[in-house]
């Protein structure tokens, strides 16, 4: 499990510099026509790459279960369940209480991951079937906190 701990963190520090940045945007400070500009909803979260991956990870989840490849399930849960953590700092726009919510999914997703990972190694299709439905009704729940532009 150490190759794979290695794996997750060093795809999620990948990820955040990618999609994220890492350092100041000095056109932002320096370019007199950001000042001039009205911001139009500058609240509204902006997770779109975020949730193509994982989307796409997630279709790749699926596809792992129904080829009835269980011992690689865990390879996308836990991909899922990195970029799912990574939600809340975009997300700094949502309500209080939806903020909360996120929260709780987050965790919720975190135990379903773990959960398909121990069912995917017994190789228990049953229980690694009803788990990802679970984890697919988090991940709808994460998603209807976001308007519709958050996915822009």
Do not use: R
């Not at 849960?77 to 809340?88: C, E, Q, Y």
């Not at 997703?109 to 984890?135: Q, W």
Request: aromatic residues 10%; glycine residues 4%; charged residues 30%.
């Amino acid at each position: 499990m150490k190759p794979f701990t290695t794996f997750a963190l060093t795809f999620l520090l990948t990820f955040n510099i990618i999609f994220l940045g890492c350092g100041d945007n000095k056109d932002e400070k320096t370019n007199p026509q950001n000042e001039t500009q009205p911001q139009t909803n500058s609240e509204t979260p902006k997770i779109g790459k975020i949730w193509d991956s994982i989307q796409k990870e997630n279709n790749e989840l699926k596809k792992t279960i129904e080829a009835n490849k269980l011992e690689e399930v865990h390879k996308f849960a836990f991909s899922i369940s990195d970029l799912v953590n990574t939600l809340p700092g975009p997300s700094t726009g949502l309500a209080s209480d939806k903020m909360a919510n996120l929260k709780k999914y987050i965790k919720e997703v975190e135990e379903s991951a773990v959960l398909l990972d121990e069912y995917g190694d017994a190789g228990d299709m049953k229980n690694t079937k009803a788990t990802f439905e679970v984890f697919n009704k988090s991940l709808d729940s994460i998603k209807s906190l976001y308007p519709e532009e958050s996915f822009n």
